[in-house]
Every structure is written in C-alpha cells, then in structure tokens.
C-alpha cells in the first residue's frame, strides 16, 4: 500500500485560494488513482474530486466545478488539490485517497489507503 500524508491546509478568508498536497511513498504512485475527499464533525465523508493515475482524466463534486483544480507529478510522488474562490462551506478536514487501479470512483469505498487529513478553514 502506498502512504499519504496531506499538508498545505490552513485559514484562509472567503474568496481566498488553498494548494493542498498529497505526498505518496511506500509504492509506485503513478499506479494509483486519486482522489481527495473532505469532511465536517458529524456529516459523512464527501467526495470533491479525482484524477486516474495517468492524470488524463478527472471529475469532480458540483459544488467545486470551476473552482477546484485536481492534478499530479507522478515524477515527484505528489498530488494537488488548486482550491480558488473558497466559500466558508468548503471549511472542513480534507483527505487524501488512493487505490492501485486506473481509476477510482466517487465514494470512500472505492479507495484503501487514505492520508490523516488536512484542516481547511474558511472565514467569512
């Protein structure tokens, strides 16, 4: 299994840009898809977006079309969440997700290895 560990989280103000990062040791990370998911005390865990493990293909929640960014540096075992125009709604613990396959779904079940997490807050 391949080892996540987010960072880049932090306090922002409304309107305000976040670059998360995911970085991966342990396996060969260009043979895992991604995702990154978030989550607030007492709510389940939400999906917010995915890239397979080429990068070529992506998808990502409604709520963050057009703002949030996905993407990877396979050569340096890392992956990006560009969060732009955050709203106080995004505030919440971000996670990093993996599986070694092409590509992975919308839902936690579709990963197994899962970094600690990431605090995001955003002011209004």
């Known amino acids: 299994q391949v080892q996540l560990v987010e960072s880049g989280g932090g306090l922002v103000q409304a309107g305000g840009s976040l670059r998360l990062s995911c970085a991966a040791s342990?396996?060969?990370?260009?043979?895992?898809?991604m995702g990154w998911f978030r989550q607030t005390p007492g709510k389940e865990r939400e999906f917010v977006a995915a890239?397979?493990?080429?990068?070529?293909?992506?998808n990502y929640a409604e709520s963050v079309k057009g703002r949030f960014t996905i993407s990877r540096d396979n050569a340096k075992n890392t992956g990006f969440l560009q969060m732009n125009s955050l709203k106080p709604e995004a505030t919440a613990v971000y996670y990093c997700?993996?599986?070694?396959?092409?590509?992975?779904?919308?839902?936690?079940?579709?990963?197994?290895?899962w970094g600690p997490g990431t605090q995001v807050t955003v002011s209004s």
């Open positions: 890239i397979s493990w080429s990068g070529t293909t992506r």
């Open positions: 997700a993996a599986r070694n396959v092409v590509w992975a779904g919308k839902s936690p079940d579709d990963y197994n290895c």
């Open positions: 342990g396996r060969t990370f260009s043979s895992y898809a």
